[in-house]
């Protein structure tokens, strides 16, 4: 996918949500049975996007890896499913409704778009693949952040800096591979200050 592409994908993604933030309503919070921690309607959306979020990510590794059968997409796509069950685990801790659709289906729109175009560059270069993988790290970096920076719920705080920790492992596993390739990686999500940061810093383990 073509850089404009991607930043236009992502300014619509933030959009979709900012607007999402801004019109939530929390009378109805629903406590935690277990911690008693309330939730919004705003977090609710946030864990079931995330949810999809993350099956983009582990559809796409499996996808990708099926077609290179490189080590990094191996690894990851299981890692990715981990991060699935750590949000679907706390979905079904406040009785949200929701439903996983089938590999390579969304139920939001613009993951679906992502997903389609992802298939369809990943299979033109092994570097292409890459690419993307790094991308899907990226991405998921900021909405982790922007989802942080909008709830009190300490739960899904703990959940999202967890799930922040391992894309910021992913993207420099990413990186380190293309870099292996003699390609370059250029963030399209997070800032240049905060890309830098990442990649300048060493793996951490992750709870």
Partial sequence: MKPSNLKQFGWLLLLTFSVGFLSS???????????GQSIT??????????????KL???TYFYLDSVWSINTFANIKLSEQQHMDAVENLINSYSISYQIQPMG?????????????????GVQSN???????????DLDIVDLREFIAHTDNQNLIAVFEN?????????????????????????????????????????APCN
């Fill in 25 to 35: 309503c929390s009378d109805d919070d629903t406590p935690n049975p277990i911690t």
């Fill in 41 to 54: 309607e705003s977090d609710k959306s946030a864990l079931l996007f995330m949810l999809e979020e993350e």
């Fill in 57 to 59: 990510a582990r559809d």
């Fill in 105 to 121: 289906v969304f139920k939001d729109t613009l993951l679906q778009n992502f997903y389609n175009q992802f298939i369809t560059d």
């Fill in 127 to 137: 570097i292409n693949a890459l690419m993307i993988g790094a991308t899907i790290e």
């Fill in 163 to 203: 799930l922040e920790c391992g894309s910021r492992n992913h993207l420099r596993s990413f990186v380190k591979d293309l870099e292996k390739e003699g390609a370059k990686y250029t963030p399209q999500f997070l800032t240049p200050i905060d890309y830098d940061l990442i990649i300048n810093s060493p793996s």
